[in-house]
C-alpha cells in the first residue's frame, strides 16, 4: 500500500491558503474579519428570489457543459461595450466553478510541460501553484511600489523563448492598482512582437474609483484575440459562496480550456446559472458598485484617518493597503497574527502574495463591509 507520507508531494512549497488560515485566526479569537475578501452584507433578495423560483421550478439537473446557453447570451450582451466585434456565447463564454475553476482550465489548457509563464508579484496565490501543476515554471517580476505600476524593462528581462503566457489581474489583489489603457496597449505590442498569450484575471471589474475606468484585455484588439479573460459573479452579486464566473477567450482556446473544465467540474450548478442570466439584464445590478464601495473605502479612510497605519493608494478591489511601517518592525505575518489575537482586527499579510517572501510592511483590509463593522474595525486600529 502507498503511504501518504512517502508519496511526493506535488506542490512542496505550498500550505493551506493565507485566507483560510487568517479567517479560522479571526473565529477562533472572535475579532472582525477584514482579512478574507468577501462582503458582511446581504446579497439582494431578487437574486435570491430567483434562484428559489428556478430550483422549485425543477430547473436541478445538470446544465451543460459550457454553461447554460441564457446566461452565456446575457454576458455576450454585457461585453458589447468592450469590442465592436461581438462576443460568441457559444464559442468565446464558458461558465466556470468561481473564477478560480476559470484560471485553473485555462492555465492547464494553455501551459505545457516546461513552458515559463510570467507572473506579476504580489500575485493573487493560485496562479503559480495552478503553473506548477500543469508543469510549467512560473517567472516572477516584481511590480514597482508605491503605485504597483509594472517595470517594463525587467519585465523584457524576465521573458525568454520558452515564454509563453503572461498573467496579469486588473484590478489587481492584493495592491488596490489599476492598469491604464496606454499599458495594455504596451502590453498588447509586447506579446504580439514576442507571440505570447494573456490570462487577465479581472474578478474586481466594477470596482474601480476615482472616475477611473476598468479597461479589460477585451477591449484590446490585439489582447482580445489571444487572451482569456476570467470573471466572478461571486465578487460581483456579493455571493462568494455560489463559486460561479466565466471566462472568454477567443474559439480555439475556448475549445482548450473547456477540454479541462469538463473534467474538473463539468458543469456548473443550473438555478444559479438561470437566476443571473435573469438579473444580469438589467445593467443597474453591477453598474453602480463602483460608487458603492467607493463609499465603503473612503468612510474606512476617514475612520482610519488618526491611526498610525498609513494607506496606499487603493483604486480598484475592496481591498486597502495600510504600512505599518511607523508602528513595529515584525515581519508582517507576525504583525497580522498579533493583531488578530491581540487586537481583534484580522487582516491579511502582503508578503504570502511574493514569491520571494518580501516584506514591504504592508497588511491588506478587505473594505467591503458593513458599516458598523468598519467603524469597530477601526476604532480598535486606531488603539494600535
Ligand atoms: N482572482 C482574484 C484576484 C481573487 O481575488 C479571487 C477571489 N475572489 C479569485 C480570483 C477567485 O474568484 P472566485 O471566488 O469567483 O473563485
Ligand atoms: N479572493 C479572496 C481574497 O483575496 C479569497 C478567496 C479564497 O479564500 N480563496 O481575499
Not at 27 to 51: R, T
Not at 125 to 151: K, M, Q, R, T, W
Not at 172 to 185: K, Q, T
Not at 306 to 318: D, E, W
Request: aromatic share 10%; hydrophobic share 40%; glycine share 4%.
Amino acid at each position: 500500500m502507498i503511504q501518504a507520507s512517502t508519496t511526493p508531494s506535488k506542490l512542496p512549497q505550498v500550505g493551506t491558503t493565507i485566507f483560510t488560515e487568517m479567517s479560522a485566526l479571526a473565529l477562533e479569537h472572535s475579532a472582525i474579519n477584514l482579512s478574507q475578501g468577501f462582503p458582511d452584507f446581504p446579497l439582494d433578495a431578487q437574486l435570491i428570489d430567483l434562484v428559489k423560483y428556478y430550483m422549485t421550478e425543477g430547473h436541478n439537473q445538470y446544465a451543460p457543459m459550457p454553461g447554460v446557453p441564457a446566461l452565456r447570451k446575457q454576458i455576450a450582451s454585457k461585453l458589447k461595450p468592450y469590442h465592436a466585434d461581438p462576443f460568441d456565447a457559444d464559442q468565446e463564454i464558458t461558465i466556470t466553478s468561481g473564477a478560480t475553476e476559470g484560471l485553473f482550465a485555462t492555465i492547464n489548457a494553455l501551459v505545457h510541460p516546461l513552458d515559463e509563464v510570467i507572473i506579476l508579484d504580489p500575485s493573487y496565490d493560485l496562479y503559480a501553484p495552478a503553473v506548477v501543476l500543469a508543469g510549467g515554471n512560473p517567472i516572477h517580476v516584481e511590480l514597482e511600489l508605491p503605485d504597483f505600476s509594472i517595470n517594463w524593462d525587467k519585465l523584457e528581462k524576465a521573458m525568454s523563448p520558452r515564454t509563453r503566457v503572461v498573467i496579469i489581474n486588473n484590478p489587481n489583489n492584493p495592491a488596490g492598482s489599476i492598469l491604464p489603457r496606454a499599458e495594455l496597449e504596451r502590453l498588447a505590442e509586447l506579446v504580439v512582437s514576442k507571440d505570447l498569450m494573456v490570462i487577465s484575471d479581472e474578478v474586481y471589474e466594477h470596482m474601480v474609483y476615482d472616475g477611473l475606468q476598468h479597461h479589460s484585455i477585451l477591449s484590446v484588439p490585439d489582447l482580445r484575440d489571444r487572451g482569456v479573460a476570467v470573471f466572478s459573479f461571486g465578487k460581483t452579486f456579493h455571493a462568494t459562496g455560489w463559486k460561479i464566473g466565466y471566462t472568454v477567450a477567443p474559439p480555439n482556446i475556448t475549445k482548450e480550456l473547456r477540454k479541462v473544465h469538463q473534467f474538473v467540474t463539468f458543469s456548473v450548478n443550473t438555478p444559479i446559472q438561470l437566476a443571473i442570466a435573469d438579473y444580469l439584464s438589467d445593467p443597474d445590478h453591477y453598474q453602480g458598485l463602483s460608487v458603492f464601495f467607493q463609499e465603503k473605502r473612503d468612510m474606512f479612510l476617514n475612520l482610519m484617518a488618526t491611526s498610525r497605519f498609513k494607506p496606499l493608494p487603493s483604486r480598484g478591489t475592496y481591498f486597502q493597503l495600510m504600512s505599518y511601517a511607523d508602528i513595529s518592525d515584525r515581519p508582517d505575518r507576525e504583525m497580522a497574527h498579533w493583531m488578530t489575537v491581540e487586537h481583534g482586527v484580522a487582516s491579511i499579510p502582503i508578503s504570502v502574495f511574493y514569491q520571494n517572501g518580501r516584506d514591504h510592511k504592508l497588511l491588506r483590509f478587505c473594505f467591503g463591509k458593513n458599516t458598523s463593522t468598519l467603524q469597530e474595525a477601526a476604532k480598535k486600529l486606531c488603539k494600535i
